[in-house]
Each structure stands twice: as structure tokens, then as C-alpha cells.
């Protein structure tokens, strides 16, 4: 390549600056003078590139093909156009398009004139726009074959799939990690013939402390050589033993936790490339946001079939309890009907009517401790004592299946908790345990103390539970359907409770099986620090504790202790009016607010029983306008009503009340109650 005698090199520069050389060569293609430009741009001097010396700045994989050609061009005078690279002067090849024409004079060649130009801008825009291009048709495959499914899985196994078979991977697998990001679960994924699936569930720790750490960070693993860049101890023995030589393991951040992975894995060693790294992290997103998607609306679908379930399932349950109801009234209503028949009656009346009590009281549970309006009572209480009261609340179904119950409580346990929910807890658990086990079966209660942690366990060796089944046992309004047959009614309410009043007091509860038929066990873990109880909602002064004397003093000035029943439901109001007589009461009754504060002013009570939702003036309004009558200020007020939330404790408490009972109430507890109020008046 030579320049024209008449150019000036200073007037070139700048254009072999700007990365186009004009060169120029004698007749037989050997460079004969000096070209400035081409010494600005490859920073060859001009004893270097004379002759055919400027090949030795062409890179040498393009060096053969590139003389040749130029050779070829030149006995045939035959224009050329060429693409090579070119080693720029600071050692960067370059790719640049060349183009060369020979000058003819009277029929003969005698030079050669062409130019250089440096293209690696524009095709690396150019790839780039490919590359962008070839993504976006990945990804708008792996949307168009996933956009319909409905399964988290399926999403999976498809997005898995295809971009396996893009990047011609040995392996590629979509990766759920656990909320504390100590676990990662790989439910399905895509394998080449002969290679094996790696679904199951693995610890991050397998990727070693630094690509860890990284990964939680949002960086990704990449690795070309799991030999050459990892060694044994960093995690190339685990990788070899899976038949991985490389990997690209693109992690998911979100909101600073890391959620999902995307891995792909060779066989072989190979070069990632950065589009390659790219395109499975854009995979993994895309991935991780239909998976949740997904997921989002299954649980929708799932608590509007549990909604419609546990619909059923609640009239079921208070359509049984009904039927007996009215068959015992009926027939105790017969005239020829037996005293002793009569009795019974009454009995399956008073079971049933419980039955229908613990539902609702269960339900409402749920309910309240799902709005926070649960408060603990905390105390200082006895351990044994608390499971001597679970195990009589359970003595009936225990016996009636003829279970063996036995019991491993240390003695002198003191814990700090609110009694009546544990209680509820463990007769909960024992409960559940009864009712699943075949009659004559084992259950047994253990209680351990290790390093200030008290773990309840109930096992039993009953139906036990699937593996798969085990994460739905907690959720409400659930029956897992091999236990159906043996549930003996109920909402499904039973162990979501247990779960919450635990949780409530600082613990954990978790079930454990081997399976079908292999029996279950359910552990409650409770930390044994203490902390403050809080007062009480509605402290009420048990009666025992009264002057024996309050009642009679009482009595003396007035007779019999009046008491003013206010109730807008008639056979309600009609049944207390008769039970508060029969115990010897003095007893006015109304139906209203109105009327109520009448007969307040008229009979002088010494204590009401006031419903909350009455027409007219309700119950708040009534118990303020007593507390203002000078004449009725100095009685007892209890709302006797169906509303029990903690709202409704506050305004009773704000409107006057000396207490709070939510309907129904045993009759003896309610006359025990009422007792007590009259006494401490005196």
C-alpha cells in the first residue's frame, strides 16, 4: 500500500484518526512508500509495513485468507472488497471493511489505489440490534407458550424447556427460595436425553459463602469452568458430582430478598457470553412475575372453593344440631310424653344447643384474632393444671373411642400464659388426635424443657398425613380428604386456632407424619420468659369472695332481689324471666329501650340484664340514662347480648356496664354471675 507522491501524511492523519486510511500499492501489490495514515492508526513504522510487511498487523486468523486474496485480486487486476481485523496501535484489533481497485493506463496495471475504513462501531451496533432482537423473539416465544397456563409448574417446565433448548444447555432449572433464603426447591426443569433432573430441594449453601453471598446480593454466578475458576473447595466437587463443567445461575431480588433463580447448566466447559447472562436473567424475572401471577390467582380460586366449602360445610354443621332440637321439642310437647322421657329431651336440647355454641365460639375466634381483637390474659399458672383441664374437656371422645390416653407432664411447671387459650390449645390438639385415630388407639401427651423452650407434643397413631398435605393442615376451614370420614363434623377451625393462640403467645406449632396410616404428631413449642399479663377486660369479683352477709342485707329492706330483664326477643326474654323466678328472684321484665327505663323508675331493680340491639333507645343509650337517674344509679348493670367483639366490650365499659356476657350463657354460670353483682352492692 502506498500514497500518492502529491498527498501530504499531515493532511491524512486526521482521517486515519477518524479510522478511514486511503492506501495505495505498486503494480505488483507491494507497498513502496511511506502512508502516514497507516502508520497513525497501527502504529507500524514504515520499515514494518513496506511490502506485505502491513499483514503482520491483520490478526492472524485473518492473515492467510486476507493475503491470498489480495494476491489473487492482483494477477487477475481484479477489484476486491474484504472484511478483516486490524490491530489498531494500542493493541485493540479492530474489524474494518477494505476495498481496493487497480489503476489501468494503456491496457496495463500501474498501481493500485483503495481505503480502509474501521467498522467495528457500526457492526457492533449492528450485532447489538441483532442480539436485541434475537432476545426479545426468545422472550416473546417463552411469553406466547406460557401466557394460557394456569399452573405454576407448567410455567416452569415450559419457560425451562425453552430456553434450554436456545442456549443449547445441558440442564436448565427454574428455582423457588424460601422466604429465610436458606433453601432453594427446584420443582421442575429441563434436561437433555440421558441427563438426569435435578428437582428436590437444596441449601445455598452448596454454591459456597462468596457466590452466596452474591447471589442474595442480585449478582449473578457465572462460571465458564467449574475447574479452572472454582477449585474442589469452592464448589467445583459438588458441580462435578452433578455433571456440571459450567453454569450461569441468574439471581431474583426483590425488595431486598432474593425469591427465585434461573440456572443453566453444561456439560462442558463454555463461555458465557453477556448476552447469554442477560437473556436468562430477563428469563428469570418474567418467569418469577407469572409464577406469582399464577400463583396470586390459584389462591384466589382456592379460597373462593374453601369459601363455598366451608359455606356448606357451616350449614351442615348447624342444620345437624337443629333437627334433634325440634324432634325433642316435639316430642316433649306430647301430652302423653313420661317425666323421665321429658328429661331426656331436655338433655339432647341442652347438648345440641352447646354443640351449636362451640361452633360460633370458634368461628368468632378465628375471626377476632384475625383483626387483632384478641387480647392474651397472661398468668402465672400451672402446667399440669392447664392439661388436667384439656384432658377432662376431651374425656368424653377419649372414652367413647376407647383411646388409650397417656400422659408425660414433670411436675412443678410454672408457665406464663393465658390459661382458658391454652387450655383450648392442647384440648384442641387432643381433640384432633382423638377424632383421627381408630377406636382403641394410642395418644399420648408429652411436655419437655430444653434451654428455655417448652415443647408441647400430642402423638397418636392414627390415619397420619401425607407429606404433600402437610402444609394445608393450619389453614381455616380445612379437612384434608382422607380424614373426612372421620371428623365427626366441625368447621375445619380447630387447628388454625391452635396455630394463632400460639402464635399469639410468642410460638410455634408444626405437624409431623410419616405418612398414611403412620400416625401424626403436633409439637408446640413455647418460650418459658415470662412477660407481663395485662388486666382484664371485665374483672369480675367471683362470688366466693363476697361478704356471705351483701345478699341478705340486701334482701332484708326490699324482699326478694329485684331484677329487670330487658330483651327484645320474646321466647329469650320469656325463658330468663323464668329462670331468674325460679331461683327466687323478683322479676320485671321489657322489650325496649323505652319501656325498659319505665320499668326501671317504676320497680326500682337491683340489678338488669340488658340486651344491646333493642328498638328504639339500644342498650348503651338505656344503661347511660340509668347511671343518670339519680333513683337508679346505685345498681348492677350486665349486658346479656349477642355482641362480643372488643369494640363492643369498650362501649359497654364506656356506657356503664358492670359487665359483659355474649349469649348464650350456661344457666348456673348466669346465676352464679348474677349473684355476685347483687352481693357487691352492699
Known amino acids: 500500500?502506498?500514497?500518492?507522491?502529491?498527498?501530504?501524511?499531515?493532511?491524512?492523519?486526521?482521517?486515519?484518526?477518524?479510522?478511514?486510511?486511503?492506501?495505495?500499492?505498486?503494480?505488483?501489490?507491494?507497498?513502496?512508500?511511506?502512508?502516514?495514515?497507516?502508520?497513525?492508526?497501527?502504529?507500524?513504522?514504515?520499515?514494518?509495513?513496506?511490502?506485505l510487511g502491513w499483514l503482520d498487523a491483520v490478526h492472524g486468523d485473518d492473515?492467510?485468507?486476507?493475503?491470498?486474496?489480495?494476491?489473487?485480486?492482483?494477477?487477475?487486476?481484479?477489484?476486491?472488497?474484504?472484511?478483516?481485523?486490524?490491530?489498531?496501535?494500542?493493541?485493540?484489533?479492530?474489524?474494518?471493511?477494505?476495498?481496493?481497485?487497480?489503476?489501468?493506463?494503456?491496457?496495463?496495471?500501474?498501481?493500485?489505489?483503495?481505503?480502509?475504513?474501521?467498522?467495528?462501531?457500526?457492526?457492533?451496533?449492528?450485532?447489538?440490534?441483532?442480539?436485541?432482537?434475537?432476545?426479545?423473539?426468545?422472550?416473546?416465544?417463552?411469553?406466547?407458550?406460557?401466557?394460557?397456563?394456569?399452573?405454576?409448574?407448567?410455567?416452569?417446565?415450559?419457560?425451562?424447556?425453552?430456553?434450554?433448548?436456545y442456549l443449547g444447555a445441558t440442564r436448565c432449572a427454574y428455582a423457588d427460595v424460601d422466604s429465610d433464603s436458606d433453601r432453594f426447591t427446584i420443582r421442575s426443569d429441563y434436561a437433555v436425553d440421558g441427563v438426569a433432573s435435578s428437582a428436590?430441594?437444596?441449601?445455598?449453601?452448596?454454591?459456597?459463602?462468596?457466590?452466596?453471598?452474591?447471589?442474595?446480593?442480585?449478582?449473578?454466578?457465572?462460571?465458564?469452568?467449574?475447574?479452572?475458576?472454582?477449585?474442589?473447595?469452592?464448589?467445583?466437587?459438588?458441580?462435578?458430582?452433578?455433571?456440571?463443567?459450567?453454569?450461569?445461575?441468574?439471581?431474583?431480588v426483590k425488595d431486598g430478598q432474593l425469591v427465585a433463580m434461573m440456572a443453566v447448566h453444561q456439560a462442558q466447559p463454555r463461555h458465557w457470553t453477556n448476552d447469554e447472562v442477560h437473556l436468562v436473567s430477563e428469563v428469570v424475572d418474567r418467569c418469577w412475575a407469572h409464577?406469582?401471577?399464577?400463583?396470586?390467582?390459584?389462591?384466589?380460586?382456592?379460597?373462593?372453593?374453601?369459601?363455598?366449602?366451608?359455606?356448606a360445610t357451616l350449614a351442615h354443621e348447624l342444620r345437624n344440631p337443629l333437627a334433634p332440637i325440634k324432634y325433642a321439642v316435639a316430642i316433649a310437647s306430647r301430652e302423653d310424653v313420661s317425666p323421665t322421657r321429658t328429661v331426656r329431651m331436655l338433655g339432647v336440647i341442652d347438648r345440641q344447643v352447646s354443640l351449636m355454641s362451640r361452633l360460633i365460639d370458634d368461628l368468632l375466634d378465628v375471626s377476632r384474632i384475625?383483626?387483632?381483637?384478641?387480647?392474651?390474659?397472661?398468668?402465672?399458672?400451672?402446667?399440669?393444671?392447664?392439661?388436667?383441664?384439656?384432658?377432662?374437656?376431651?374425656?368424653?371422645?377419649?372414652?367413647?373411642?376407647?383411646?388409650?390416653?397417656?400422659?408425660?407432664?414433670?411436675?412443678?411447671?410454672?408457665?406464663?400464659?393465658?390459661?382458658?387459650?391454652?387450655?383450648?390449645?392442647?384440648?384442641?390438639?387432643?381433640?384432633?388426635?382423638?377424632?383421627?385415630?381408630p377406636p382403641g388407639g394410642r395418644v399420648e401427651l408429652e411436655v419437655l424443657v430444653e434451654n428455655d423452650q417448652l415443647t408441647i407434643s400430642v402423638r397418636d397413631n392414627g390415619l397420619g398425613i401425607p407429606h404433600s398435605e402437610l402444609g394445608r393442615l393450619f389453614q381455616m376451614f380445612s379437612q384434608l380428604p382422607h380424614t373426612r370420614a372421620s371428623a365427626q363434623g366441625g368447621?375445619?377451625?380447630?387447628?388454625?386456632?391452635?396455630?394463632?393462640?400460639?402464635?399469639l403467645h410468642g410460638g410455634t406449632v408444626r405437624?409431623?407424619?410419616?405418612?398414611?396410616?403412620?400416625?401424626?404428631?403436633?409439637?408446640?413449642?413455647?418460650?418459658?420468659?415470662?412477660?407481663?399479663?395485662?388486666?382484664?377486660?371485665?374483672?369480675?369479683?367471683?362470688?366466693?369472695?363476697?361478704?356471705d352477709g351483701a345478699l341478705d342485707r340486701t334482701s332484708k329492706s326490699d324482699g326478694s332481689p329485684r331484677v329487670l330483664v330487658v330483651e327484645d326477643n320474646p321466647d329469650g326474654r320469656e325463658t330468663l324471666v323464668t329462670l331468674l323466678q325460679g331461683s327466687g328472684y323478683e322479676v320485671s321484665s321489657a322489650d325496649n329501650g323505652h319501656d325498659a327505663i319505665a320499668a326501671a323508675l317504676a320497680h326500682q331493680p337491683h340489678l338488669v340484664l340488658l340486651d344491646l340491639g333493642l328498638p328504639g333507645l339500644d342498650g348503651y343509650e338505656?344503661?347511660?340514662?340509668?347511671?343518670?337517674?339519680?333513683?337508679?344509679?346505685?345498681?348492677?348493670?350486665?349486658?346479656?347480648?349477642?355482641?362480643?367483639?372488643?369494640?363492643?366490650?369498650?362501649?359497654?365499659?364506656?356506657?356503664?356496664?358492670?359487665?359483659?356476657?355474649?349469649?348464650?350463657?350456661?344457666?348456673?354460670?348466669?346465676?352464679?354471675?348474677?349473684?355476685?353483682?347483687?352481693?357487691r352492692l352492699s
Open 1 to 51: 500500500m502506498a500514497n500518492r507522491p502529491s498527498a501530504s501524511p499531515l493532511q491524512r492523519e486526521p482521517e486515519a484518526a477518524d479510522g478511514t486510511i486511503v492506501w495505495y500499492a505498486a503494480a505488483d501489490g507491494a507497498v513502496v512508500e511511506k502512508n502516514p495514515q497507516w502508520q497513525a492508526f497501527t502504529g507500524q513504522t514504515q520499515t514494518d509495513y513496506m511490502g
Open 511 to 547: 405437624a409431623e407424619s410419616a405418612g398414611l396410616d403412620q400416625g401424626s404428631t403436633f409439637t408446640v413449642t413455647l418460650p418459658l420468659s415470662a412477660t407481663e399479663p395485662s388486666a382484664p377486660n371485665n374483672p369480675v369479683l367471683p362470688a366466693e369472695t363476697m361478704d
Open 291 to 311: 409464577i406469582e401471577r399464577v400463583r396470586d390467582a390459584a389462591a384466589l380460586r382456592e379460597q373462593d372453593a374453601r369459601k363455598d366449602e366451608f359455606i
Open 63 to 165: 492473515q492467510e485468507f486476507l493475503k491470498a486474496s489480495w494476491l489473487e485480486a492482483v494477477r487477475h487486476a481484479k477489484p476486491l472488497s474484504l472484511r478483516y481485523r486490524l490491530r489498531r496501535h494500542d493493541g485493540e484489533y479492530r474489524h474494518v471493511v477494505a476495498q481496493g481497485a487497480p489503476v489501468v493506463v494503456d491496457g496495463k496495471v500501474v498501481r493500485w489505489v483503495g481505503f480502509v475504513v474501521d467498522a467495528t462501531d457500526s457492526l457492533q451496533a449492528s450485532e447489538a440490534l441483532r442480539v436485541s432482537e434475537e432476545r426479545f423473539r426468545v422472550l416473546d416465544e417463552i411469553g406466547g407458550a406460557t401466557r394460557h397456563l394456569h399452573e405454576a409448574d407448567s410455567v416452569m417446565a415450559v419457560t425451562t424447556r425453552l430456553l434450554g433448548q
Open 370 to 437: 384475625n383483626r387483632g381483637l384478641i387480647e392474651l390474659q397472661p398468668e402465672d399458672s400451672q402446667l399440669d393444671a392447664i392439661v388436667a383441664r384439656a384432658l377432662e374437656a376431651t374425656q368424653v371422645l377419649m372414652d367413647a373411642r376407647n383411646h388409650h390416653v397417656s400422659v408425660h407432664v414433670p411436675p412443678g411447671i410454672v408457665v406464663h400464659v393465658d390459661p382458658a387459650r391454652m387450655v383450648q390449645v392442647i384440648g384442641n390438639l387432643l381433640t384432633n388426635a382423638g377424632k383421627y385415630t
Open 622 to 679: 338505656v344503661a347511660k340514662a340509668l347511671r343518670a337517674q339519680g333513683t337508679t344509679s346505685r345498681l348492677a348493670i350486665i349486658a346479656l347480648t349477642g355482641w362480643g367483639s372488643a369494640r363492643d366490650l369498650e362501649r359497654t365499659r364506656e356506657a356503664g356496664f358492670d359487665l359483659h356476657l355474649t349469649k348464650p350463657v350456661e344457666p348456673s354460670e348466669l346465676l352464679q354471675l348474677v349473684q355476685a353483682a347483687l352481693r
Open 491 to 503: 368447621l375445619g377451625l380447630g387447628l388454625a386456632l391452635v396455630r394463632k393462640l400460639v402464635e
Open 200 to 252: 428436590g430441594v437444596y441449601s445455598l449453601d452448596l454454591f459456597g459463602p462468596k457466590a452466596t453471598s452474591n447471589l442474595r446480593r442480585g449478582r449473578h454466578l457465572v462460571v465458564h469452568d467449574v475447574d479452572q475458576e472454582l477449585g474442589f473447595e469452592g464448589g467445583a466437587a459438588m458441580f462435578n458430582a452433578i455433571g456440571i463443567k459450567s453454569i450461569i445461575c441468574a439471581g431474583l
